[in-house]
């Protein structure tokens, strides 16, 4: 059973930083992209960061210049430090991988439970 368990979540001021962490575990083979999904009230989940095995990244428009992700492959965990926060950033926030649980086996997804994220003053 593979489990993604996020934490960092929580309230901050606008202009403050936070860092979120998604560590996986369970039975797997490999782990080939991790990453980081929101989703606030009455809108629908999109990217805010991924990046592979090959360190590629990805940033969704709104977090270029001001989100972090980083993969410690040898914890199997990926973060995000998020900086220079805005109301605009308030979402729950969900961790993402795509993993293989055997060789040769297809890659599958997988979510976490997600992580409130609240900017507020």
């Known amino acids: 059973q593979v489990q993604l368990v996020e934490s960092g979540g929580g309230l901050v001021q606008p202009g403050g930083s936070l860092r979120l962490s998604c560590a996986a575990s369970?039975?797997?083979?490999?782990?080939?992209?991790m990453g980081w999904y929101r989703q606030a009230p009455g809108e629908q989940r999109e990217l805010v960061a991924t990046t592979t095995t090959g360190s590629a990244t990805d940033y969704a428009d709104s977090a270029k210049g001001r989100f972090t992700i980083s993969r410690d492959n040898a914890k199997n965990t990926v973060y995000l430090q998020m900086n220079s926060l805005k109301p605009e950033d308030t979402a729950v926030y969900y961790c993402?991988?795509?993993?293989?649980?055997?060789?040769?086996?297809?890659?599958?997804?997988?979510w976490g439970q997600g992580t409130q994220v609240t900017v507020s003053s």
């Open positions: 993402h991988a795509k993993l293989q649980l055997a060789p040769f086996r297809p890659l599958n997804p997988y």
């Open positions: 369970g039975s797997f083979f490999n782990i080939y992209a």
